[in-house]
């Protein structure tokens, strides 16, 4: 028995991603009511648990397995290889849900690279309400609001999700195409809508 096919097990069995710390935790907790049966890694370490991830990840890639190892944002999952996808979507025949259409790619893509944004700019930047497109967005989990603008009126603000960088095999949000680059572009932004002035006094009638 090895650490390497312990961590194997561990992945194979979660219903979701798992960190190293997660790892470690079940790791070192095992045997603890068995006395019989000594927990020969009760004192791994997550520099051993990493270095075991990384032995599966290439185990993985050597023996052509149907499955791989990859690392999303919140830790590690066994996944099946993009190969094979095909045939294991022949387990899964429910219908897909819609595509996103254009005008929400293109909201989802200003919220993902200026995040956290308000409505009003993005609508500045697309010209035209999002309303319902935000509405969608929010709806699918890949936008969320994140608080609110110290700015007069404190609008909302919107940011995307856990969920949106697992959809799109993102680790963190510096792995966005060009992110950089299009972070440092100039996009117009809501303008304040200019004070009231207020009503002048009628002038008092002289005596």
Same mark, same amino acid.
């Given at each position: 028995?090895?650490?390497?096919?312990?961590?194997?097990?561990? !992945? /194979?069995? %979660?219903?979701?991603? !798992?960190?190293?710390?997660?790892?470690?935790?079940?790791?070192?907790?095992?045997?603890?009511?068995?006395?019989?049966?000594?927990?020969? #890694?009760?004192?791994?370490?997550?520099?051993?648990? %990493?270095?075991?991830?990384?032995?599966?990840?290439?185990?993985? +890639?050597?023996?052509?397995?149907? #499955?791989?190892?990859?690392?999303?944002?919140?830790?590690?999952?066994?996944?099946?290889?993009?190969?094979?996808?095909?045939?294991? $979507?022949?387990? #899964?025949?429910?219908?897909?849900?819609?595509? *996103?259409?254009?005008?929400?790619?293109?909201?989802?893509? +200003? +919220?993902?690279?200026?995040?956290? +944004?308000?409505?009003?700019?993005?609508?500045?930047?697309?010209?035209?309400?999002?309303?319902?497109? *935000?509405?969608?967005?929010?709806?699918?989990?890949?936008?969320?609001?994140?608080?609110?603008?110290?700015?007069?009126? $404190?609008?909302?603000?919107?940011?995307?999700?856990? /969920? /949106? !960088?697992?959809? /799109?095999?993102? $680790?963190?949000?510096?792995?966005?195409?060009?992110?950089?680059?299009?972070?440092?572009?100039?996009?117009?932004?809501?303008?304040?809508?200019?004070?009231?002035?207020?009503?002048?006094?009628?002038?008092?009638?002289?005596?």
């Amino acid at each position: 028995m090895t650490l390497t096919r312990v961590v194997e097990a561990l !992945l /194979f069995s %979660a219903q979701k991603p !798992l960190s190293t710390s997660e790892l470690r935790s079940a790791i070192k907790g095992a045997g603890d009511a068995d006395e019989l049966a000594p927990n020969e #890694f009760a004192r791994v370490t997550e520099a051993e648990i %990493a270095a075991a991830l990384e032995e599966l990840k290439v185990d993985c +890639i050597q023996q052509q397995r149907g #499955f791989q190892l990859v690392e999303k944002a919140d830790g590690w999952q066994l996944t099946s290889d993009p190969a094979y996808a095909r045939w294991v $979507r022949q387990l #899964f025949p429910a219908a897909k849900p819609a595509r *996103l259409t254009p005008p929400a790619l293109e909201t989802l893509a +200003i +919220i993902a690279y200026r995040q956290p +944004i308000t409505r009003a700019d993005v609508e500045a930047v697309r010209g035209v309400t999002i309303e319902g497109v *935000l509405q969608t967005l929010m709806e699918r989990g890949l936008v969320k609001i994140g608080g609110r603008a110290e700015v007069p009126g $404190r609008p909302l603000l919107y940011e995307t999700t856990e /969920f /949106f !960088l697992e959809h /799109f095999g993102l $680790r963190n949000l510096d792995e966005l195409p060009n992110a950089e680059e299009l972070r440092k572009r100039y996009l117009p932004v809501a303008q304040p809508a200019p004070a009231e002035t207020p009503p002048a006094e009628p002038a008092s009638a002289e005596h």
